[in-house]
Protein backbone atom coordinates (compact mmCIF):
# COMPACT_ATOMS: atom_id res chain seq x y z
CA UNK A 1 0.00 0.00 0.00
CA UNK A 2 2.88 2.14 0.96
CA UNK A 3 4.51 1.95 -2.56
CA UNK A 4 1.32 2.55 -4.55
CA UNK A 5 0.74 6.10 -2.09
CA UNK A 6 3.68 8.09 -3.43
CA UNK A 7 2.49 8.77 -6.73
CA UNK A 8 -0.91 10.84 -5.57
CA UNK A 9 0.71 12.93 -2.95
CA UNK A 10 1.85 16.08 -5.01
CA UNK A 11 0.11 15.53 -8.15
CA UNK A 12 -1.52 18.85 -9.52
CA UNK A 13 -5.41 18.27 -10.44
CA UNK A 14 -6.21 19.30 -13.81
CA UNK A 15 -8.33 22.50 -14.66
CA UNK A 16 -11.76 22.12 -15.67
CA UNK A 17 -12.55 22.04 -19.10
CA UNK A 18 -16.11 23.36 -18.63
CA UNK A 19 -16.68 26.57 -20.47
CA UNK A 20 -17.19 29.50 -18.27
CA UNK A 21 -20.60 31.54 -17.97
CA UNK A 22 -20.90 35.00 -18.09
CA UNK A 23 -23.09 37.31 -16.11
CA UNK A 24 -25.91 36.95 -18.08
CA UNK A 25 -25.82 33.40 -18.98
CA UNK A 26 -25.66 32.72 -14.87
CA UNK A 27 -28.95 35.40 -14.91
CA UNK A 28 -30.90 33.07 -17.26
CA UNK A 29 -30.05 29.94 -15.92
CA UNK A 30 -30.93 31.53 -11.96
CA UNK A 31 -34.50 32.56 -13.40
CA UNK A 32 -35.12 29.39 -15.48
CA UNK A 33 -34.24 27.46 -12.36
CA UNK A 34 -36.46 29.61 -9.84
CA UNK A 35 -39.64 29.56 -12.65
CA UNK A 36 -39.18 26.26 -13.06
CA UNK A 37 -39.45 25.70 -16.66
CA UNK A 38 -37.11 26.82 -19.99
CA UNK A 39 -36.83 30.35 -21.71
CA UNK A 40 -35.77 28.48 -24.65
CA UNK A 41 -36.96 30.00 -28.42
CA UNK A 42 -40.29 29.61 -29.57
CA UNK A 43 -40.74 26.88 -31.73
CA UNK A 44 -42.84 28.46 -34.30
CA UNK A 45 -40.59 30.90 -35.07
CA UNK A 46 -37.95 28.85 -35.35
CA UNK A 47 -39.81 27.14 -38.17
CA UNK A 48 -40.74 29.91 -40.06
CA UNK A 49 -37.27 31.02 -40.00
CA UNK A 50 -36.34 27.69 -41.51
CA UNK A 51 -39.05 28.05 -44.04
CA UNK A 52 -37.65 31.25 -45.05
CA UNK A 53 -34.31 29.98 -45.33
CA UNK A 54 -34.80 27.62 -47.30
CA UNK A 55 -36.50 29.45 -49.68
CA UNK A 56 -34.04 32.49 -49.46
CA UNK A 57 -31.19 30.73 -51.40
CA UNK A 58 -33.38 29.18 -54.63
CA UNK A 59 -35.09 32.65 -54.97
CA UNK A 60 -31.77 34.69 -55.20
CA UNK A 61 -30.22 32.35 -57.60
CA UNK A 62 -33.98 32.48 -59.81
CA UNK A 63 -33.28 36.65 -59.75
CA UNK A 64 -29.88 36.81 -60.99
CA UNK A 65 -28.58 36.89 -64.04
CA UNK A 66 -25.52 34.71 -65.07
CA UNK A 67 -23.47 38.10 -65.25
CA UNK A 68 -24.72 39.23 -61.70
CA UNK A 69 -23.82 35.20 -60.25
CA UNK A 70 -20.44 35.49 -61.64
CA UNK A 71 -19.43 38.95 -60.60
CA UNK A 72 -20.71 37.71 -57.46
CA UNK A 73 -18.43 34.44 -57.26
CA UNK A 74 -15.39 36.75 -58.00
CA UNK A 75 -15.78 38.47 -55.54
CA UNK A 76 -16.31 35.49 -53.33
CA UNK A 77 -13.14 33.99 -54.89
CA UNK A 78 -11.02 37.37 -54.72
CA UNK A 79 -12.00 37.89 -51.06
CA UNK A 80 -10.91 34.58 -50.05
CA UNK A 81 -7.37 34.35 -51.83
CA UNK A 82 -6.95 37.05 -50.48
CA UNK A 83 -6.85 35.99 -47.05
CA UNK A 84 -3.73 35.59 -44.90
CA UNK A 85 -3.34 31.97 -43.39
Avoid: C, Y
Avoid at 30 to 50: F, M
Avoid at 67 to 73: D, G, L, T, V
Amino acid sequence: MALRLWHHVNMPKRSSKRAKRDDFQNALRTVEEAIGSSLGKNPAAVALGRQGGLKGGNARAKALTPEQRKAIAQQAAKTRWAKEK
